[in-house]
């Protein structure tokens, strides 16, 4: 896995590089000093897995990840602040306490090359129009006030608009993000997510049922029990595209 450590202390980027040395798996295309300085090289190494100090002057790691389209395997870097901890552990974010030390950061290691399998062997769920379409990595970083998420997009079961915002279904979460669903449909790959009506995008792979209306309506039920009423118009294409 390519990997690029973003962390204002020059000291703490020497320790982790010198605590990775052990593991060839990993290998280090970069680092960077600050949010702007780690977006570029985001967007240039395209890495598989970043080391993400949260407090850094100007931007925020949390704030670095919004700005992406298509967010790499994370592992925070934090000094010690329960808080944000809990909040980690909330939302099965994984994160390292500095000082580092080289037990936990095998454990974190061991958890990245799971998800790294597991979204390398899934088909692309982002449009061509994504700024890092060529990589096997596609998540997306959610926050939702205190509490913060990277999702798989395969994950996502169901999108749902409320004015400006978009709810997101996932696991058992529903946090609400700044974004229209008109500007995520234009991101996420239509042969994998499917527009049922004006308000709401559902993800394909999680389609346990459809039923179809007396008038020529189908109703979708989603793995998780939530049913969904798919326009008149979008019925025809959806017979089409499940041979129904």
């Keep these: 896995m390519k990997a690029l450590i973003i962390d204002d202390e020059r000291l703490a ?18 680092e960077a000093a600050n949010a702007q300085e780690g977006l570029s090289a985001i967007r240039k190494l395209n890495p598989d897995l970043i080391f993400l100090d949260v407090e850094m002057p100007g931007r925020s790691g949390f704030e670095l990840l919004e700005q992406l389209d298509d967010v790499p395997i994370t592992i925070f870097t934090t000094a010690y602040d329960t808080y944000a ?43 061509t129009h994504s700024n890092r379409s060529g990589s096997a990595l596609h998540q997306v970083f959610v926050r939702d006030g205190d509490r913060c998420w990277i999702v798989r997009l395969a994950d996502i079961l169901l999108m749902e608009s ?8 996932f696991g058992n979460e529903r946090p609400l993000i700044f974004r229209s669903l008109a500007a995520i449909e234009e991101r996420v790959n239509p042969n994998a997510f499917f527009r049922a009506n004006r308000s709401q995008i559902v993800n394909l792979r999680w389609i346990e049922n459809v039923e179809n209306e007396i008038d020529g309506r189908l109703i979708v039920k989603l793995t998780k029990g939530k049913q969904i009423e798919i326009s008149r118009r979008q019925s025809k294409r959806l017979r089409q595209l499940l041979s129904l």
Excluded: W
Aim: glycine letters at 4%; charged letters at 25%; hydrophobic letters at 40%.
């Design 162 to 169: 409320e004015g400006n915002y978009t709810r997101l279904y």
């Design 85 to 127: 901890v809990q909040a980690f552990e909330a939302s099965a974010l994984d994160y390292l306490v500095k000082p580092i030390s080289p037990q936990r950061l095998k454990v974190s290691l061991v958890r990245a090359q799971k998800t790294f399998a597991a979204i390398s062997n899934e088909p692309a769920q982002m449009s």
């Design 13 to 30: 980027r020497n320790g982790l590089r010198r605590l990775l040395k052990p593991h060839k798996e990993i290998e280090i295309s970069g």
